[in-house]
């Protein structure tokens, strides 16, 4: 395949994002959940409605349902109240011309009525009620069927349901639905210099943050993660844990030693397992990236720097765990904002920049460095809530100029 690098040997983004493409083939097993357990799952087959919503005409207002035919619409009318409807109650009574029934939101609408007037509009002497001009027939009525027709598309497969869906579902009658199983990714930070959370480093040692973002950031019903640990920067016992997690998940995540130090061993490893998918991407933070097929298994070697991690997660990681899993490859939500900081950027590898955006008013975006931007400061990281995108061309950020934003759903806990 010939490849057009922005960066001698380096693959731009969008080449990645392409490339990442041919090693993705979603899951296909199923398995059958209740929706309350259902949330955050992705949906194997299409799901169609059993019942039309509302199944009946009912009414949308507290108040007084009659036939519009015993009046003209912009005409008071003047009408007996025979009964009561109440939602879970219907009216069951029979109704003569000039009857009207007392009705509550959700009732269904008594058979030969059509038109609900607001309770608050309505003036009641005894069993007399006065409806003045303005109405119109129809008026505070849901119609059977005007959210959803009996049988009709309710959601595609490869939705994530949210809250949202299962209500809709639910309503329309399923109670049950077929997902795609959860995905399986094994995690393992590679590091000599890596201690478990709640050790005390030596010199030169240092915590193993990476595992404990990957695994809060991936933290989703559609996921399942495994932890493998912390392993030695040890060629042939990185290998071994490498060949085995291959065997027993979908994909692999690694950390750290995905560059070309001479303690980092990711690639030569993975190339001995399977094929390369591509190596080292022209983006900032995130350049020692690595991709490989490893059997049925997808390996991310993923660049050790914590903040290279997260950018290389959200931007290549996160929309291939999404295909995988049966979705669609999901489009980057960006927004324009005013940055009023200067930024200096050489041009030849695209960077996202760790950014608070806000909104001093409605419809108004602006944007600031979320502090400074070593690949290795957690601060930053920690106080983003967006990343601000500066093309391989650019040459960095005029105060006061006009910036592509990412907004990054990782930092507002999705
Ligand atoms: P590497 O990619 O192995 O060359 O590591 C690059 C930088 O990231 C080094 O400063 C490492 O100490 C640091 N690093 C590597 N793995 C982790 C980890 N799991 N958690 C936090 N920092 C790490
Ligand atoms: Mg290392």
Redesign the pocket.
């Known amino acids: 395949m010939s490849t057009c690098f922005t960066t001698p040997g380096l693959l731009s983004l969008a080449q990645a994002q392409q490339r990442i493409q041919h090693y993705l083939t979603p899951i296909s097993d199923c398995q059958t959940l209740p929706l309350s357990h259902a949330l955050g799952r992705v949906l194997a087959e299409p799901v169609k409605a059993r019942w039309a919503l509302p199944s009946h005409a009912n009414s949308a207002m507290d108040g007084y349902a009659f036939a519009s035919t015993d009046g003209a619409p912009g005409q008071p009318v003047q009408l007996r109240i025979a009964g009561h409807a109440w939602a879970g109650r219907p009216y069951q009574g029979s109704l003569q011309p000039g009857d009207c029934v007392r009705i509550f939101t959700g009732a269904l609408l008594p058979k030969g009525l059509d038109t609900v007037v607001m309770q608050e509009q309505v003036t009641v002497s005894g069993e007399i009620i006065h409806i003045p001009p303005h109405w119109q027939a129809q008026d505070h009525v849901r119609q059977a069927g005007e959210d959803i027709v009996a049988g009709a598309n309710l959601l595609p497969a490869g939705r994530r349901l949210s809250a949202a869906d299962l209500a809709l579902l639910a309503a329309a009658g399923i109670s049950t639905v077929s997902v795609v199983r959860a995905l399986r990714l094994a995690l393992l930070?590679?590091?000599d210099?890596?201690l478990p959370v709640g050790a005390t480093p030596q010199p030169g040692q240092?915590?193993?943050?990476?595992?404990l973002?990957l695994q809060a950031a991936l933290q989703q019903p559609h996921l399942e993660v495994n932890d493998l640990g912390?392993q030695k920067?040890d060629k042939q016992m990185l290998r071994r844990q490498v060949e085995q997690a291959a065997e027993n998940c979908d994909v692999l995540i690694t950390?750290?030693?995905?560059?070309v130090?001479e303690?980092?061993y990711l690639h030569s490893v993975f190339s001995a397992l399977g094929e390369i998918g591509f190596w080292k991407l022209a983006l900032k933070p995130g350049k020692?990236m690595l991709v490989a097929q490893l059997g049925h298994c997808l390996g991310f070697g993923l660049?050790?720097?914590?903040v290279?991690?997260a950018v290389t997660l959200r931007l290549l990681v996160q929309p291939a765990l999404a295909v995988l899993s049966g979705q669609a490859w999901p489009e980057p939500f960006y927004v324009h904002a005013v940055c009023d900081q200067p930024y200096h950027k050489k041009p030849g590898r695209e960077e996202y920049l760790r950014a608070v955006l806000s909104q001093p008013e409605p419809g108004r975006f602006q944007v600031r460095l979320a502090g400074a931007q070593g690949?290795?400061r957690l601060k930053p990281l920690s106080q983003a809530n967006a990343l601000i995108h500066l093309s391989r061309d650019s040459t960095g950020i005029t105060p006061g100029a006009t910036v592509a934003v990412l907004i990054d759903e990782l930092s507002t806990h999705s």
Do not use: F, K, R
């Not at 240092?206 to 595992?211: D, E």
């Not at 950390?255 to 560059?259: E, R």
């Not at 660049?303 to 914590?306: D, F, L, Q, S, Y």
């Open positions: 930070a590679t590091g210099e890596l240092i915590i193993n943050s990476n595992s973002y912390i920067d950390s750290g030693g995905a560059s130090g303690a980092d020692p660049p050790g720097n914590p290279s991690l690949s290795h």
